[in-house]
């Protein structure tokens, strides 16, 4: 990032004062004007909920051009990094800046793979809840609850247990997410299998039984490693702001991305992929569609198509155009010829992007429009496919939380508001109060 000699002139027409501020570059992408001096120069501060204009930090991670549909990590398209990489591999690539040499990769995957068991205390935590409990509430309490146990990974200001935690975390959401899905089957939990890829391990300990062998389909495991690529990252969302919100009060990385996990679980977020599913199913068949096209458009009806739309893309999201192609291969590999499910999310996606409110709002199909259809194909419950985005998600979520340490400004997030309650006022005794 650097100042330019560019600057923006702020004037206060009420007074006629005005005020330069400086403008930032970065790499690409739109420039920022650099308001961090603006309230203690002016007395403003400026209004933005929900952060539209905003950014919140610097990063090198990802970068989102959403009216091209552009998505590179670290530099690199998605596209190429879903057809050409593997999830460790871009797990390393969002955390250190470059992809892994060789020998590189070869001790990474060791990191994570050394590390998948978790506590064996903590399996007993899971018969603290419900049986009939979401996963994803599971899922907050668990990864939390790992603070509990890897104390010698919850000192932040050591970059030795900063990179403990992150292989921690990597390697472990698998194993919660596995456990928190057998826990609701009702079966017994399966360990890591160390000889297995890390998409290879997870079907396998979410799908294995210990009555039988279980044989790991190549196609699926490629598809569920390409799957966790498209989640990974995705710069300043939601989520990854939660996570760097909660750690820039010093809280430990295990809190931080529970904090992660609660912000993803939300249906206009990662809870989209479930809620996609929900809608597909209760439209049922193509006839239905110009009735849900029309509720979605209806500025009286709060229904909205789900899985379309999004803040950033103003364009086709580019993981959702890898989503098809995978659902395509993941329905050919199990022999579903015409999946209703799939047939009627083509059609909506047809119909919704000829409609003009559609194309006037550049509302287009979202990473989430695909992926439930392949997810449940594959064996998942829909309450497991936010689990199975935040699983991915954490690759990101903690290259971002490693990130904030290398700023050379450590500030605690603290938004300020635009107060419109009461003004000061006399406390008024019960016996007053009508
Ligand atoms: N269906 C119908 N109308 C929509 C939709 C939709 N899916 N999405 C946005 N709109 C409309 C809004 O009603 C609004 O109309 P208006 O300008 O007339 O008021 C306009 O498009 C802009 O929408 P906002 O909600 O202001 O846009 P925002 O950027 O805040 O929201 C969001 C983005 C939350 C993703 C939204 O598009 C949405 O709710 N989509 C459905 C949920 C979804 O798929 N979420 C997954 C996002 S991707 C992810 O997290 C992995």
């Known amino acids: 990032m650097t100042t330019t000699p560019h600057t923006v002139t702020l004037t206060d027409d009420a007074t006629g004062r005005s005020w330069k501020l400086p403008v930032m570059e970065g790499s690409t992408g739109p420039n920022v004007i650099d308001i961090r001096k603006l309230y203690g120069e002016t007395g403003f501060f400026t209004h933005d909920p ?79 809840f419900r049986r009939d409990a979401h996963p994803m509430a599971i899922m907050c309490g668990v990864v939390g609850a790992l603070s509990a146990f890897y104390h010698d990974s919850t000192d932040i200001h050591d970059e030795n247990q900063r990179e403990i935690a992150c292989h921690r975390l990597i390697a472990k959401m698998p194993t919660l997410a596995a456990m928190a899905f057998k826990f609701a089957l009702g079966q017994p939990f399966v360990y890591p299998q160390n000889s297995l890829s890390y998409a ?62 609660t912000s993803l679980w939300g249906p206009a977020h990662g809870g989209a992929n479930e809620a996609v599913l929900k809608m597909l199913m209760e439209i049922g068949s193509k006839d239905r569609i110009p009735e849900i096209v029309r509720r979605a458009k209806d500025k009286n009806d709060s229904f909205r198509l789900m899985g379309f ?42 119909v919704a992007l000829q409609d003009d409110y559609f ?67 006399s406390f008024v005794p019960l016996d007053q109060r009508k």
């Open 200 to 261: 290879e391990n997870f079907l396998y300990m979410a799908f294995s039984v210990p009555a039988e062998p279980y044989r790991i389909n190549p196609v699926l495991a490629r598809a569920m490693d390409k799957i966790f690529i498209l989640h990974a990252d995705h710069e300043q969302n939601a989520s990854t702001s939660t996570v760097r919100l909660a750690s820039s009060s010093g809280a430990n990385p295990f809190a931080c991305i529970a904090a992660g996990i």
């Open 309 to 350: 739309g999004h803040r950033v893309y103003k364009n086709y999201d580019p993981r959702a155009k890898v989503m098809q192609q995978t659902c395509r291969e993941v329905l050919a590999e199990l022999g579903i010829k015409n999946d209703p499910l799939l047939e009627t999310a083509m059609e909506l996606e047809r």
């Open 50 to 128: 929900g952060f539209t204009s905003t950014s919140s930090c610097e990063s090198k991670i990802t970068f989102i051009d959403g009216d091209k549909g552009i998505l590179l990590h670290r530099g690199y398209p998605i596209a190429e990094l879903a057809e050409k990489s593997d999830f460790l591999e871009v797990a390393y690539l969002l955390q250190f800046g470059e992809l892994p040499d060789p020998v590189q990769k070869k001790e990474w995957i060791k990191n994570i793979t050394y590390h998948t068991m978790v506590h064996e205390q903590l399996s007993t935590f899971f018969n603290g």
């Open 359 to 425: 194309i006037e709002k550049k509302l287009y199909p979202n990473v989430d429009f695909y992926s439930g259809i392949i997810l449940r194909a594959m064996g998942f419950p829909m309450s497991m496919f936010t689990v199975l985005f935040a699983l991915a998600r954490t690759a990101g979520w903690v290259a971002h939380w490693q990130e904030q340490f290398r700023e050379k400004e450590q500030k605690i997030g603290r938004p300020r508001q635009l107060y419109t309650g009461a003004v000061e006022r």
